[in-house]
């Protein structure tokens, strides 16, 4: 019962802050409004650009997206990867992610 709590919290918890991210997102990048209306492949084709060019916020969209699968396949490692990239440039959000990717 405890890992579907955690299960559910992991899930629910990076949603939640989806929309507070947006707003101090609001240039991150086109991509970010793009998966906001729920075209993830589309957005997941815009934000990837970006990531590898080392745009931090679109570098945490991007591992959300890994994360969830959302416009891509689920990838665990490639989450992680790109939750260190942000993280590297001090993005809090995914420095909170690594920290909950590491207790599971």
């Not at 993830?40 to 699968?69: I, P, S």
């Amino acid at each position: 019962m405890k890992a579907v709590g955690l299960a559910l919290f992991l899930i629910f918890f990076p949603l939640h802050l989806a929309a507070e991210e947006a707003v101090s997102n609001e240039r991150c990048s086109s991509g970010l409004a793009i998966y906001l209306e729920g075209e993830y492949a589309k957005a997941f084709e815009v934000l990837k650009v970006e990531a590898d060019n080392g745009l931090g916020c679109a570098q945490h969209w991007v591992a959300r997206m890994y994360q969830l699968g959302h416009g891509t396949p689920m990838n665990r490692e490639l989450s992680k990867t790109y939750y260190e990239l942000a993280a590297g440039q001090g993005f809090e959000q995914s420095i909170m992610q690594l920290e909950l990717l590491r207790k599971n």
